[in-house]
């Protein structure tokens, strides 16, 4: 299999996968009770770090859920 990944999530298995400094931002807000937007540029690792942290979170015990609004006008 291929490890290089260039377009869509680097899967949770990959060793591609780069960890990204926000990832812990992240987490620490959500467990404060805040809310988070994760907005970024194209390419950036934004939904590889937000299924890597929905993980970290239901490996927590803590339900997730994702609203993807990008094709509302």
């Known amino acids: 299999m291929n490890s290089y990944h ?3 999530a680097v899967p949770l298995n990959s060793c591609a996968y780069v960890p990204r400094e926000f990832e812990n931002l992240v987490l620490q ?9 994760l907005l970024g540029p194209r390419q950036h690792g934004k939904t590889t770090s937000l299924i ?13 859920a994702k609203v993807d ?3 509302l006008p």
């Open 29 to 37: 807000c959500l467990n404060r009770g805040d809310w988070v937007t």
């Open 6 to 8: 260039t377009q869509g």
């Open 69 to 71: 609004l990008q094709r």
């Open 52 to 64: 890597r942290i929905k993980q970290t979170l239901q490996n927590m015990g803590i339900n997730v």
